[in-house]
């Protein structure tokens, strides 16, 4: 059996891209930290991680080919500490959501051990072009 593909139909012109960036979300499918999304207007939506033990300076949030990448580093200072017991994970992870068109990244918040971070989603123009025929 074939696997098909979006340019297996004739009517999807151009969505290659689209079924790499399908390819590569189900690759991001990681479960730490834990993060909700939220949609917070008609138009804009919150993704809130969990990233207790984190500080500011340990965390990373960057756009690469409209992919929102959170990154977080905490410092080891388990060498200082005896642990009895270590049950809050304080490893580094990477965190990507795929963003679609128009979608824009705004501010970054820290608190109570919560990273927030607010997207918006710009509205495109209808564009509507007439094509002239001419005789051949």
């Known amino acids: 059996m ?4 979006l340019g297996s139909y004739p009517h999807m012109l151009g969505f ?4 790499r960036l399908l390819e590569r979300t189900a690759k991001t ?3 730490y930290p834990p993060f909700n999304i939220e949609q917070t207007s008609e138009h804009s939506f919150r993704i809130t991680l969990a ?3 984190f500080r500011e300076e340990d965390l990373a949030i960057t756009v ?6 959170i990154r977080g580093r ?14 809050i994970a304080a490893r580094q992870f990477q965190r990507s959501f795929v963003l679609a068109d128009g979608v824009e ?9 919560l990273l927030h ?3 918006t989603q710009n509205q495109p123009e209808t564009v509507v072009q007439t094509i002239k025929i001419r005789k051949g």
Not at 2 to 5: A, P
Not at 64 to 69: F, K, Y
Request: a negative charge; glycine letters at 10%; zero cysteines.
């Open 2 to 5: 074939s696997k098909l593909t």
């Open 16 to 19: 290659e891209q689209l079924e």
């Open 29 to 31: 499918a990681e479960g």
């Open 117 to 119: 971070v607010d997207l």
């Open 64 to 69: 690469e080919d409209r992919q929102l990448v």
């Open 51 to 53: 990233v207790a033990g």
């Open 74 to 87: 905490s410092r080891d200072d388990s060498a200082e500490r005896i642990f009895l017991h270590r049950g």
């Open 105 to 113: 990244v705004g501010e970054a918040v820290m608190e109570n051990g």
